[in-house]
């Protein structure tokens, strides 16, 4: 009788989680565990200067990889940073033949800079001779949430490793306990639904015209037209102040410190020209980080990063503070996220000022 | 590594309870139970392999102490003993306590000595006391002579080694011995199974839900409405016990793959109609030992009232500092020791209570001086409890600040209240051992739990008594 029980129990348990593996390692929305031929293809039409239209929900760390592997030309300039970058575009700073690729990611740590610069030492054996790096101030935060930055450690590693640096103070996930996630069921199980619906079709075209929002062939986001309701927008902040932010939730010591100069060390050693490009927040977002002593890191991150880029001749391009380039709310799309106007602005004020930089 | 992680369930705990049951049948029974050491060991070095040394060092010492006592002849038994106890206890206070000491004395002093920001090696709280209650049974004559693969089966038996249930070695000694328990036992396997997915489910899904909760609202217990500073610090409560009880239960549960029954550890305790009732409840194997080994040797309660006063309080203020290197502690332990003495005093002069009442004032008593017990600091505590009664911030609560500071939504009373009726009304996961029936019921109730709660693995958390 008790045999039986266990025997019965074991038989359906495993039925039930093996059609659970099946189903996420399958359905797989985020191309966690395989490279979706869907995702080679935007890599491969990125490399032909097609735009993508309906990119959302990817795996856009491994899209980078793929893009860098397909890469034909070299790239001379790249940018590094998270979604608060992603719309810088080659117009606002290059005019020339010169190659820039924005390699943003959600999130964005420190392992995914190293995971790039890893990529373009492994793939092609040099570096871009230029690299903007937007720097977040969590990438500083070892209590952050964890994005998806482990799916390329296999490349951080790389770049640790020749970086002499034992190992990140924070440690990433091993990402094949996502087939055992229901969080992961439950997002494959919509993006299921949604495809079925025909609701998540990408195209891969050459003529951006016919549409208002793409992304671009130099790895940025365009955006036409952004429809911003300030009243929602400080509703959203005002909730967020009475919770907790994400990324910099918990974050009370500058921790990486060490991985993050020995990093810009590196690239400088390589005669690699590195700027820092800070972005501001919403101003009644940052009225409120700059007075609560939970989130008063955030400005000694931007201390830290003006003393150590002054000691180390790097340029330092904005601040996190929105009110030093008179940034009103209309700037803002939420409390962390300008509209392509910020990052445009921040850079065309330095150009204007010396023309030689980037 | 943890009872709640996908290594520890598909991989560890199946090629052990394989092995060892093979090489039972093999008649390779000395190897079985090396197997089981070396596998406790792997177990436990898994988090750490330099603490590895420690544990091995600690057994050895112990081990050989407690031969000596039957042997030697020149040294009293109890000078020997006295050096042991005081060795273990340096050992223990070297790791846990000896930041908060160089603390104090700054504090007093106003000097400035570093602090040695030592880790705390796992599991040593509870090896340590496992193995002084040997060392004194064994001064006392309570043991046999066993050898040193039956003692190191005691110490680390990877089932209880991390955080107990604090065992006595008469209870598993014979267990370990007894050939009938060399075979496999379907009855228990499938009732230990059966109790390790409640465990898993009580950790998994009740704990690490109310875990949220709390940890927001201790973070900003400053700031909190009366409402955020309940629904905290009852989450903690509820977190508490769950995490603590499901690990207990995951213990008992892999220990009865290997035929063994451990001791239970929590019997109800939040139906407790009085404090001592509480003590005689929750983590009832760690106050067997203060009782057998602190209280009882101080006096007990043989030497008059004043001094059963003394020892009561000396025995909880020992029982807080063992839980933590921090005033706080000391002070939860304090609080428990003026209850119990209350509670001594109300009995002595005869008072009765209606059962609603004391329940209701033992729970509340419980709920806040857990206060204490999580809160960072004194400031933190005295705030969330401040905001517990602050009866203005009532005026100021409205749809959208109801529980904004801990990121919660209304339905967290729901579940708080779903709580307490699951653990004052519902038989715990104890009954379960000897009620266990392998029907359909069963089956299906054990993989719905054994299912949910292995799909929200990946969001493991540690256990809260890893840190004691």
Redesign the interface.
Known sequence: MNKKFIKNFIITFFILIASTIVFNYNVDSLSIFKMKKELTDIAKGINQNKIIIGLSNSNDRLLQKLIIENQKKKVDYIALGSSRIMYLQKEYFLKNNKKFFNHWVSGASIEDYLSIIALYLKTHNYLPKNILIGIDPWIFNKNREKNNSDILSVYSNFTMRLLKIKKMENTPQNRYKELLNWEYTKENIKYLKNKLKNNNTIKIVTNPQFYDNYKNSDGSIHVKKFNLNQNLIKHHITKLKNTYIPYIDRFTKINNKQIFEKFIFYLKEQDVNVTFILLPYHPYFYDFIEKDSRYSIVNDVEKYINKYAKQNHIQVYGSYNPYKFNFTEKYFLDEMHGIDLVIKKIILKYKQKDNSVI | MLFNS?EYIFIFLPIVFFIYYYLNAKRLLNASKAFLVFASLFFYSWWNVAYLPLILISMLFNYTIGNSFSKNKKISNKSILIFSVIANLSLLGYFKYADFFIENINLVSNNNIDLLHLALPLAISFFTFQQIAYLVDSYRGETKEYDFLNYAIFVTFFPQLIAGPIVHHKEMMPQFANTRNKVKN??N??TG?FIFSIGLFKKVIIADHFAKVAN?GY?NTEILNILEAWATSLSYTFQLYFDFSGYTDMAIGAALLFNIKLPINFNSPYKALSIQDFWRRWHMTLSRFLKDYIYIPLGGNRKGNLKTYNNLMATFILGGLWHGAGWTFIFWGFLHGVALIIHRVWNILGFKMNKIIAWFITFNFINITWVFFRADNFTSAINLIKNMFNLYTIELLTK??LL????SKPKIFVFIFLAILLVTTLKNSNSFIDKFK??KL??FS??LM???A??????YQIFLYFNF
């Open positions: 996908v379907y009855k396997i499938a199974l927001i973070q959208e600040n904004m500071h801990i990121n392998p029907n069963y089956l054990f993989l054994f299912l949910i292995t799909l929200n693995l990946n969001k």
